[in-house]
C-alpha cells in the first residue's frame, strides 16, 4: 500500500525515503542534522520492529516508539515534531504511511496464524 504526497511514494520498503535533496544534504554535512535523522531512524525502526510484538517487552517497546511518533510537542529538540521540522518531512505523511504499514502487517500476521 502506498500513499502519494508532493515528495515521493510511501512504500512500506522505504518508509524514510522522503528527504529532499536539501534535506539530505544537510544530514550528510551537519553533525546535529545527522544526529537528528539516527533518532528518526531509530524510532521509525522501532515502531516497524515491534509493530507485531506479542511478548510484554516487545509491545512495550511499540508503545514507546508509537507515543514518540504520534506526540505533538515542538518543544523538545529531540522530538518527532521537531526532528520532521528541521529535515522538513511532513510528520502527517509519515504518520499516515506507519499507520497504513501497520495495517498491512496487522492482517498479513492475522492470515498467516488462521493458515
Known amino acids: 500500500m502506498s500513499e502519494q504526497t508532493g515528495m515521493s511514494t510511501f512504500t512500506a520498503e522505504s518508509p524514510l525515503e522522503v528527504l529532499s535533496t536539501e534535506a539530505t544534504e544537510r544530514i550528510r554535512t551537519q553533525p546535529a542534522c545527522h544526529l537528528l535523522w539516527a533518532i528518526m531512524e531509530n524510532g521509525i525502526e522501532e515502531y516497524m520492529r515491534y509493530a ?6 516487545g509491545k512495550r517497546l511499540f508503545r514507546e ?9 515542538l518543544t ?4 518527532f515534531m521537531s526532528i520532521c521540522h528541521v529535515l522538513e518531512l511532513d510528520p502527517a ?3 499516515t504511511g506507519l499507520r497504513c504499514w501497520r495495517e498491512h502487517q496487522s492482517t498479513a500476521a ?4 488462521a493458515a
Open 76 to 79: 523538545w529538540v529531540c522530538s
Open 52 to 57: 507485531t510484538a506479542t511478548s510484554p517487552r
Open 110 to 113: 492475522g492470515f498467516k496464524h
Open 65 to 73: 516508539a508509537e507515543d514518540w511518533i504520534m506526540h505533538d510537542d
Open 93 to 95: 505523511y509519515l504518520r
